[in-house]
């Protein structure tokens, strides 16, 4: 089976760079999403990291180390419209992803 | 391109009475189909998912079924509501390659009084 450890909240000044960490327990594990979340709104596909190192797609960026089965996602120059929730999910073949329990990302002037 | 509709977009239903939620994806074939509930302020919480039509996969159990009579149409149903099945209901679709990003309808908050 899966677990990922996400941390509940962040708290991060607009403008700023934060980061969501993301560490797993898997088993037959190939590869992290991260999907974004906003409050009444569905799940959308944010990143997927299959290989360790950085991704980036504009003002996120991704990151795996299969090693210390840890991920994160960054947000460089966060904008109001940043705040939402960010779940990390672990892909394993063809089974159903597992998902983290989200991280609330606030965004504060 | 490919779509998801996932209807109703609300539902307040009084205990015990039954329930039919349904989803449907357009412009892909074979798609694994997936049911999820959220409570409030709370993690994705998989259902049933499917890998094909009739073919299903119950991940917890409880007094919900599922049923994918098409290919592109997958069904969650009750007979008798608890005022435990409140939440936020998805449907997502995906490419059958484990590798590849769900996505997600606009879901269905289900308030049960």
């Known amino acids: 089976g899966q677990s990922l450890e996400q941390p509940s909240e962040v708290t991060a000044v607009e403008g700023a760079i934060v980061q969501i960490n993301c560490t797993y327990q898997?088993?037959?594990?190939?590869?992290l999403s991260w999907y974004q979340q906003h409050d009444g709104g569905a799940p959308t596909f944010l990143s997927y990291n299959a290989l360790d190192g950085l991704e980036e797609t504009g003002r996120f960026s991704s990151f795996l180390s299969r090693s210390d089965s840890y991920g994160y996602l960054l947000l460089q120059e966060l904008q109001m419209k940043d705040s939402a929730s960010y779940f990390c999910?672990?892909?394993?073949?063809?089974?159903?992803?597992?998902f983290g329990k989200g991280t609330r990302l606030s965004v504060i002037a | 391109s490919q779509t998801i509709h996932q209807w109703p977009a609300t539902l307040v239903q009084p205990v015990g009475s039954p329930l039919s939620l349904e989803c449907t994806v357009e412009?892909?074939?074979?798609?694994?189909l997936y049911w999820y509930r959220q409570a409030a302020g709370r993690g994705l919480q998989l259902l049933f998912y499917?890998?094909?039509?009739?073919?299903i996969s119950s991940e917890v159990p409880q007094n919900l079924s599922a049923s994918r009579p098409q290919d592109r149409q997958f069904i969650l149903s009750s007979k008798k509501l608890l005022l435990s099945d409140s939440g936020f209901y998805l449907c997502?679709?995906?490419?059958?390659?484990?590798?590849?990003?769900?996505?997600f309808g606009d879901g269905t908050r289900l308030s049960i009084l």
């Open positions: 898997t088993s037959g594990f190939y590869g």
């Open positions: 412009g892909t074939s074979n798609p694994n």
């Open positions: 997502a679709w995906s490419v059958m390659s484990g590798d590849q990003p769900q996505h």
């Open positions: 999910a672990g892909v394993s073949g063809n089974t159903p992803l597992v």
């Open positions: 499917s890998v094909g039509i009739g073919q």
